[in-house]
Structure formats: C-alpha cells, structure tokens
C-alpha cells in the first residue's frame, strides 16, 4: 500500500543534492569554462575598441543610459584607472587583460576563488557596456562563471591543491555543485524546448527552414536546395523539441543519457555549422558535457560484458 | 553553513521555476523587479531561454550612405557583405541582436542609429553626412518559397546624421 511520508522525501532529496562526490567534473568545469573565456576573449580583442570604447559603436553615455542605475559600466573602471593616469584608451585594454589575466589564473586554478569573482564581476562590466550587443553566448558565460565563482572547483586539479591551500577530497559541497549545474541545464533546455513547443513554424519545419537560408547566419552551405525536401527540416525541427524539452528526463537514464549528450552536441554542431554560431555552440556543448559528461563517462565503463560461449565438454 | 547553502538552493530553484514558467515577466512593473534584475545580474537567473521562439523569418538588412567631401559616395550595406568593420565572424553576430533593436524599439531607434552614425562618421573622416536606413522582409515560408514566392526587402527605417 502506498504511504507517503515527507521525511523519507526529504532524506531523499538531500541524499540526492549532499551525497559527496569527486571534484573531478568541477576541475573540468573550471577548466574548460576558462579556457574557452579566454579564446573568445581573444578573437574579439582585434574588435575590442569598437565594443567598449568611448566612441564605439554604442558609446559610452548611451549604453550607460540603457542600464540599471546600480550596474558598473567601462565608463566608471576608466574613471578608476584614470586615478592612476591611465588614459582612456588605454582603459579599455587594462580592463580586457585583467579579465583575462583573472580567467588564466581561474584555469590554473590558482587563488581560484578570489580570481573567479574578479573574473565574473569584470564580465558584468562588460554585458553592461554592451547592452545591445549581448546574446546568448555571453548569457551561458554568465551563468558559468557565476557559478565558477560559488562552485568549490578548486578542488581538481589545481594549483590550490599542490600548494595545499584547498582539499582534493570528496565533499557533499561537490556533490550539491554537481546537481545544481545539472538541474541548471535541464531548466534551460526545458524551458528552451517548451518555448519552441508553443510555436507552430518549429513543427512544420519552417523555423529551421528560415534558419538555414537566414542571410544574416553565415552557414557553410547554401541551403536553399532543403525546399525541394521538406521532411528534411521537418523532422530536425521534430528532433530538437523532442531533445530539448526531454533532455531533463534523458539526462537522468543510466546509458540512455550517453545517446542524449551525442544529440545534444549533434544539436549544436548543427547550429555552429548551419548558423556559424560556433561559440555559442561551444559553450553549450561544454555546459553539458560538464554537468553530464563524467556520468556518461562511467555509463560507458560500465558497459555490460558481451555474454561468452560455453563450451560443453 | 549546511542550512544556508539549502536555504540558497531553495531561493535559486524557486527562482528558476518562476522563471521557467514565464511568472517573472509578470512582475516586471512591480517592486519584485528590482530583486529580478538584481538576480539577472548575478547569474541570469529571470532568462526564459526561448531562443528562436520569435520570428526567425524576419530579416533586417542595413545601408548606410556616406556622403563625401568631394561629393562622392560610399554605400555600404549588409545585404552585399557589409560587416561593421569586424575581424572576427563572432563580433559581426553582435550585430544581429542591434538591427533587431533597432527596428522593435522605437524609443531608442533614433537614439541607437545615430549612435552608429557617429561611429561611421569617426570611421570614415572623409564622410561628412550619413544616411542610415534599415530594410526590412519577411522571408518567405517553405511552403511559399516552392511556389516561387520571393521577397525583397523595403525601407522600414531612415535618418540623416550630419558631422559638425
């Protein structure tokens, strides 16, 4: 007979969030979160001026004008560097090499706390400056680095750990870090595949089919040849709605989530290619092989042995 | 320490829930807005993650015309692989998100194109005026695309920016 009692529930739910884990999967987070922060940082350095100047392309009283009364903008770090006779100018390039001085020493995994704030605090200033120019690409690096900065993820392979200043041992800590990074990305997707749901075009194959032709997207192909075989974004737009909105059940499935990861990068391999969204592809491939990827690793590991022949004698 | 951490995750999903489910964007005239935008800050915690649920099949195109001292003229368009001047295929996607701001928000559409216009006129010394105007279409469907319909763009926007 069913009985429902809350205790057991909840020593479940924290069985779940607090059983200790390895840091290793936060290592490879904090690893690979910032080292892809400082390539993407790289290839906009050429058009860093352009972005964050004065007189760039929003300059600075207007993208202030767009902001939060409370959010710190380029404009009040220059002011601060202008205290020690920094120019301008030059302001604006101080600032990109401590965000990427701060991001090399988070990969290091050195001071991995301290630099981790400045890193994220930096990448405030930086969505703030350029209010109408983020996406979803800086959104997912946010959200990384906010939680690079509350995450214990210098506990893996770190200079913290050899200098001694932080324990590579299992904590309940890790395991909570780990669950909440894979519920975050089961929300995202959720809420990303129950959006698409609601809109009639990604049924009929009509979105990927604006996508794919888009003159904005740069896509390797032309691909104006899909109208002549309509199934074909028909059914990629049937398979994402059915890979997001479910990745929050699939991810959760010994085995089944190996399947799952392999679409999810197919998904966004597809948006790199087909869009030239290639950063954006690669922060969400990293976010979830981060949150799912170790689990994957050990479902493959734990491949069942193929039966072998018994021979009678 | 135990309690305050579970006290933050029950915050941090209770938040994500709200927001999952479209509550936030309900409160946005409210004083709870405040603490939304705080929680944006922090992690973009209030995002409802909805890529591509708006009109994908709406095409911006921009055009600026520079008008020189020597009474020549410089046209550059997006539309024949005008972009912005970038090094990078990643700092020309940015500009996808400003012609989409540029043409829905008519608060700031003078405001942002004559913000470009003044970073053209920088760009381009020999330029002393530039007439910005944004095209706009909606591309057409599948199913209208194999009935041979094509479309092209119209002018949806103009302004006229003079250097001083």
């Known amino acids: 007979m069913f009985s429902f009692s809350f205790n057991a529930l909840l020593s479940r739910i924290t069985a779940f969030f607090e059983t200790p884990q390895s840091p290793a999967p936060l290592g490879f987070f904090r690893i690979a979160i910032s080292l892809f922060c400082?390539?993407?940082?790289?290839?906009?350095?050429?058009?860093?001026?352009?972005?964050?100047?004065?007189?760039?392309?929003?300059?600075?009283?207007?993208?202030?004008?767009?902001?939060?009364p409370w959010e710190v903008h380029i404009e009040h770090i220059s002011q601060l560097l202008g205290w020690f006779g920094i120019s301008e100018e030059n302001s604006i390039y101080v600032f990109f090499w401590v965000y990427v001085g701060a991001l090399g020493l988070v990969t290091l995994g050195l001071l991995t706390r301290i630099f981790a704030i400045v890193a994220w605090f930096l990448h405030i200033v930086i969505m703030a400056s350029i209010p109408t120019f983020f996406y979803g690409l800086d959104i997912f690096i946010h959200i990384a680095l906010f939680y690079l900065m509350v995450f214990p993820v210098s506990k893996a392979w770190s200079l913290d750990v050899k200098l001694g200043l932080v324990s590579p041992?299992?904590?309940?800590?890790?395991?909570?870090?780990?669950?909440?990074?894979?519920?975050?990305?089961?929300?995202a997707y959720l809420s990303a595949g129950v959006g698409k749901i609601w809109n009639y075009e990604w049924w009929n194959?009509?979105?990927?089919w604006y996508s794919m032709t888009h003159p904005f997207f740069k896509s390797l192909l032309d691909m104006h040849w899909v109208a002549d075989y309509p199934f074909i974004p028909m059914f990629l737009g049937w398979w994402t709605l059915f890979i997001e909105t479910l990745y929050?059940?699939?991810?959760?499935?010994?085995?089944?989530?190996?399947?799952?990861?392999?679409?999810?990068?197919?998904?966004?391999?597809?948006?790199?290619?087909?869009?030239?969204?290639?950063l954006f592809a690669g922060i969400m491939i990293l976010l979830s092989v981060s949150a799912f990827g170790h689990e994957c690793l050990r479902d493959l590991k734990k491949r069942p042995k193929p039966i072998q022949k018994r021979s009678v004698a | 320490m135990k309690y305050l951490i579970r006290t933050l995750l029950v915050v941090?999903?209770?938040?994500?829930?709200?927001?999952?489910?479209?509550?936030?964007?309900k409160l946005e005239r409210t004083n709870f807005s405040y603490f939304t935008a705080v929680m944006n800050d922090l992690y973009f915690g209030d995002w409802s993650f909805g890529f591509f649920s708006q009109k994908v099949g709406s095409v911006a195109f921009e055009r600026y015309t520079l008008h020189k001292w020597d009474r020549s003229q410089e046209i550059l368009d997006t539309q024949k692989g005008f972009r912005y001047f970038t090094h990078a295929h990643e700092s020309y996607n940015r500009f996808y998100g400003l012609s989409v701001y540029i043409r829905q928000d008519t608060t700031y559409q003078d405001l942002l194109s004559h913000t470009v216009a003044v970073r053209m006129l920088n760009q381009k010394r020999e330029a002393v005026k530039v007439d910005v105007s944004l095209l706009g279409m909606q591309n057409p469907s599948l199913r209208d695309w194999k009935a041979g319909k094509r479309s092209q763009p119209k002018e949806v926007y103009f302004a006229e920016f003079a250097a001083q």
Request: proline share 2%; aromatic share 18%; net charge neutral.
């Open chain 1, 38 to 68: 400082i390539v993407q940082a790289l290839l906009w350095l050429p058009d860093w001026e352009a972005f964050l100047g004065k007189y760039g392309w929003i300059q600075w009283e207007i993208s202030r004008a767009l902001n939060n």
């Open chain 1, 169 to 187: 041992e299992a904590t309940w800590g890790a395991g909570v870090a780990i669950r909440v990074l894979q519920l975050h990305m089961c929300f």
């Open chain 1, 205 to 208: 194959g009509d979105i990927l």
């Open chain 1, 248 to 278: 929050g059940i699939g991810m959760w499935i010994p085995r089944v989530r190996v399947f799952w990861l392999f679409n999810m990068i197919a998904l966004h391999a597809g948006i790199a290619v087909f869009l030239g969204l290639w």
């Open chain 2, 12 to 25: 941090h999903f209770c938040f994500l829930t709200l927001a999952l489910f479209q509550v936030l964007g």
